[in-house]
T-cell receptor, first 115, second 109 residues
Framework: KAGVTQTPRYLIKTRGQQVTLSCSPI?????VSWYQQTPGQGLQFLFE???????NKGNFPGRFSGRQFSNSRSEMNVSTLELGDSALYLC??????????????FGPGTRLLVL | GQNIDQPTEMTATEGAIVQINCTYQTSGFNGLFWYQQHAGEAPTFLSYNVLDGLEEKGRFSSFLSRSKGYSYLLLKELQMKDSASYLC??????????WGAGTKLIIKP
């Protein structure tokens, strides 16, 4: 099976612009979560989508939004970019097997630099 | 509130064994994950425990005690490539993962 893919891998934007990041989960995985990670910091949870519905949401401002499509692919949008939005954005897809054993895999991430 | 505690940093010697602890207080419990993250890379899935006990996977083992809110990751026969951050995360009653800050493991020759 192919892993979690994220596009683009690298992105440079300027303050005030908006950006859309894409994530394709592992086939069969219906849960997709997004995280922000800045240098030396832990993972900050943005939101989780399950079957096209936002199931959980972290403590980020409304400039951060997301959605999930019927094929489980997900997009994340950040509007009115700020310098502090420079970070590694990680997508993760998760599934539970018949024995309810969960596995969650991360994509390689999108590195966003805001100038 | 919800809280995951891990040591910030640990040092161990190549070839030795190290145990990384994780204690948690969360709203409900639907399992505990361990991840390895090398600097500049995405986290790599190591294990998932939802029942009490020890699960072994090669050089890595993970233990869970739900009554104590406690887990550990045991790394045997340490190699230099094991130098990384190790992240503990608990899935709460809403199926949201609550993350610890991570433990930076330094392996010395």
């Amino acid at each position: 099976k192919a892993g979690v893919t994220q596009t683009p891998r690298y992105l440079i934007k300027t303050r005030g612009q908006q950006v859309t990041l894409s994530c394709s989960p592992i086939s069969g995985h219906r849960s997709v979560s997004w995280y922000q990670q800045t240098p030396g910091q832990g993972l900050q949870f943005l939101f989780e989508y399950f079957s096209e519905t936002q199931r959980n949401k972290g403590n980020f401002p409304g400039r951060f939004s997301g959605r999930q499509f019927s094929n489980s692919r997900s997009e994340m949008n950040v509007s009115t970019l700020e310098l502090g939005d420079s970070a590694l954005y990680l997508c993760a897809s998760r599934v539970a097997d018949m024995k309810r054993k969960e596995t969650q895999y991360f994509g390689p991430g999108t590195r966003l630099l805001v100038l | 509130g919800q809280n995951i505690d891990q040591p910030t940093e640990m040092t161990a010697t190549e070839g030795a064994i190290v145990q990384i602890n994780c204690t948690y207080q969360t709203s409900g419990f639907n399992g505990l994950f361990w991840y390895q993250q090398h600097a500049g890379e995405a986290p790599t899935f190591l294990s998932y425990n939802v029942l009490d006990g020890l699960e072994e996977k090669g050089r890595f083992s993970s233990f869970l005690s739900r009554s104590k809110g406690y887990s550990y990751l045991l790394l045997k026969e340490l190699q230099m490539k094991d130098s990384a951050s190790y992240l503990c995360a608990v899935m709460d009653s809403n199926y949201q993962l609550i993350w610890g800050a991570g433990t930076k493991l330094i392996i010395k020759p």
